[in-house]
């Protein structure tokens, strides 16, 4: 190992940014390389949830200034899940625990603490203050790990070198294909169409609780769903980075609803392939229809989308699994314990998983702790918890939308 610890992380999703963050804030020697041409290249979704793990990360590993950002534009919900009816009347509202570890967070904490974000908006403040750490369009392909260190080799014909080198590079990860090839991930038999409701035409067709709640959800005897919740930014992006110097400054974003219909793979009328390449103004008629036998409020709320904001997503879960022997390479994220959005918890653990890495890697850098050692530690806790919201995920997934049970 060089004298100054030399980190190499492979994806800028939330759980690699979070790495890059903690590791940034006490000096250590970071790059992270991401695929995509720019932050903005595809779309990955609307609305996120966040709960004490996630809120907790971020606290953690941004500095002061992000920190009151990331709070000014953050959503605080009721912690229910209410269940609806066909006709979107109330049936109940479900109480949501408080999701975090008291280990590694010790309280008290803030109440409550369950916020809805918008991804995009997280997504750029945890980029803010990482130019010339974060290098886009490079994509990984392989890698070379020997005890003096680990070379990646990139699509663009470059490499890069480092101590460790850590796979935060989401459900396909190429880093996970060699690290641990034996890890699979299936597909849970569910997709589902996504799309966004402006605020005000939402409040006119949905019940209150979906402004309030985490999440409101109905669904049919077929396990055929809709979702909806909110993201009404208490300070509009683009006002509360205002006073910000230009890099950290974020897009206007208006407030929305976010709508999902989804179910198993064969109650959508199109093959799969043709699913994801359809216009988002068919996914959103197909999403209306699927709804077409319920009372014409739910269908409706679907219309109210904007049309240009459909769009499709299968879904998939990893299988748990274990790590071979601690090696200079790591992984964190979907890249490893990948879920269904059940629980609405996958990007809170990666980001979980990005400060208590970042927390390992520091004490190494400190020289407090063997870099092996520090790695086996965080995989352990990783694993632990990472794969047991794994399978209450796709408990819940099977009850909920008919998700396939976990093979084994
Ligand atoms: C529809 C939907 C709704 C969801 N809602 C919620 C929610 O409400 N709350 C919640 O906690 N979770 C939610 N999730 C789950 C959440 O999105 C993921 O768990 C989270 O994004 C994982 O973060 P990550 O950083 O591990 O991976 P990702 O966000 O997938 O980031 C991985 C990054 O790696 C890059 N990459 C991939 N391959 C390479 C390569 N070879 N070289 C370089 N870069 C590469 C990718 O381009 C990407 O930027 C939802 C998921 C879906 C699909």
Redesign the pocket.
Known sequence: MSSKLKVIV???????LSLAQSLVRVGIDVQV????RTPWDRA??Y????DAD?INAVHEVLPANLRALFDATSQQTLPFTTILDTGLGVVKRLPTQDEHDEQLWPGPHEKPTHRNVD?ATLRQILLSGLEGVVHFD????KYDAGKDGVVAYFSDGTTTTGDVLVG???????VRAQRAPRCQIVDAGVQ?I?GRIPIEAGRQVLPSESTEDIFTVASDERKVFLGLASVAFPVPPEEASKALPAAQQLKKRDSYFVT?VGGRHELFPLERSAMKSAASEELQRIAADLLSKWPERAANAVRAGDPSSFFF?D?YTSVPCSLEAPTNVTL????IH??T?TL???????MRDGALLGRALTSVAKGERELAAALASFEHEMLRYGFEVVREAAKVGQQRMAQNALPG
């Open positions: 492979v994806g800028a999703g939330l759980g690699g390389c991401e695929r995509d990955q979704g609305r996120l949830h966040l996630g991804r490079k994509r990984l392909e935060a590079d989401g459900i396909r990860s190429a589902a996504y999902i997503v879904m964190l994220g979907d890249a990948a879920m959005p609405g918890r996958g990007a809170n653990l990666a």
